[in-house]
């Protein structure tokens, strides 16, 4: 693993690009959700294209970056550019790129993720016009959600990953996002302030209850952006101690229950036993990352729903690790696209 915090293979650019061409950057920024003991996160990449907007889903891509790597947590409040390079000019609406590989640090020591969505197309939010007069830049805002579905001993990470992309406003184009791996701190920005505004979604956990006989989790979305909510974990607060104050991810999802959500809120669990001879990582990618969801629209409030007993030991070798005992607290976390909360509920 590099140590750098980025390393790329671009092509040729010019900071005066001939007519008909203009000079579009590319940036990253990662609002992440980690669980404790996570310092890094590194994804490697590749075919980094932009999209002309007047051309088919299948023609108008220009390859901007061929390959590449970024640690994610060294992009929080700051943009990092990626790649800065000529490109016919024109209206540009999406980007797409390929995540190759991925490796986690926790408690000092690096381990390989399993990476669930390893091809982002990403949708430039109003398109972003390039032209030879003035550079442009695009930011994407990815989304990583970091599980340990292994133990704190013997841990394994999984990663699913959402992107929206952003025209920068041209006077905000600053030399420093010409220059590929240069990071400018966007936190407190006003044109930054007004995205996160407009374009966000934010989950919250504004009741819950919960019992051997059942769940009810009443979330609402205050941000300005719909999220598909796909997946209820419940874990004994004891076991999720020291969840991470940038995210609200569990420690570990082992030995918890977990719920996948359909479409009208009804949440119904996921029971993984793994067989000695099965990768846990592909068993458990194909159980909590299927097609399956419920939208919630912004501005908009719903409660996720569990009826039937419930037991403990998700991704246990025995069947079940107890059920819920009252008056015990346990941390509920629910996880949306591009957007995760979690409460704290004593059972009864």
């Known amino acids: 693993m590099s140590t750098s915090?980025?390393?790329?293979?671009?092509?040729?650019?010019?900071?005066?690009?001939?007519?008909?061409q203009g000079l579009l950057s590319v940036l990253l920024t990662d609002p992440p959700n980690i669980p404790p003991g996570v310092t890094k996160v590194y994804v490697s990449y590749s075919d980094l294209e932009v999209h002309v907007?007047?051309?088919?889903?299948?023609?108008?891509?220009?390859?901007?970056?061929?390959?590449?790597?970024?640690?994610?947590?060294?992009?929080?409040?700051a943009s990092q550019t990626l790649s800065s390079v000529k490109v016919t000019?024109?209206?540009?609406?999406?980007?797409?790129?390929?995540?190759?590989s991925a490796e986690v640090t926790y408690n000092s020591k690096n381990y390989t993720a399993f990476v669930n969505n390893a091809e982002l197309n990403v949708p430039i939010v109003h398109g972003i016009a390039v032209n030879a007069?003035?550079?442009?830049?695009?930011?994407?805002?990815?989304?990583?959600?970091v599980m340990n579905i292994g133990s704190s001993s013997t841990p394994e990470f999984i990663i699913r990953s959402e992107a929206t992309a952003f025209p920068v406003p041209s006077g905000q184009v600053t030399t420093g996002m010409g220059q590929p791996g240069h990071k400018t701190v966007i936190a407190g920005l006003q044109w930054w302030k007004d995205i996160v505004q407009n374009y966000t979604a934010n989950l919250q956990v504004q009741s819950a209850t919960l019992s051997s006989a059942g769940l009810n989790v009443t979330i609402g979305n205050t941000g300005t952006k719909p999220t598909l909510i796909t997946l209820v974990s419940v874990t004994p607060l004891a076991d999720a101690i020291g969840v991470h104050p940038m995210?609200?991810?569990?420690?570990?999802i082992v030995g918890g229950a977990i719920f996948g959500v359909d479409a009208n809120g009804t949440l119904f669990p996921l029971r993984v036993v793994i067989p000695l001879a099965a990768s846990t990582q592909s068993t458990v990618s194909a159980q909590i990352f299927r097609d399956v969801g419920m939208n919630l629209t912004a501005g908009s409030s719903t409660t996720l729903s569990y009826k039937g007993s419930i037991s403990f030991g998700f991704l246990s070798i025995l069947k079940s690790q107890g059920s819920v005992v009252a008056h015990q607290q346990y941390l509920v976390t629910v996880v949306g696209?591009?957007?995760?909360?979690?409460f704290v509920v004593v059972a009864t």
């Open 5 to 20: 915090a980025v390393t790329s293979t671009t092509a040729t650019s010019s900071a005066s690009p001939p007519s008909g």
């Open 53 to 77: 907007s007047d051309a088919g889903n299948q023609s108008g891509w220009t390859q901007v970056q061929s390959s590449g790597q970024i640690e994610l947590l060294g992009t929080v409040n």
């Open 89 to 100: 000019s024109g209206v540009y609406n999406a980007l797409r790129f390929n995540i190759t």
């Open 133 to 145: 007069s003035t550079p442009s830049a695009a930011i994407i805002s990815i989304s990583p959600t």
């Open 247 to 252: 995210g609200y991810v569990p420690s570990s």
């Open 337 to 342: 696209t591009q957007a995760v909360a979690s």
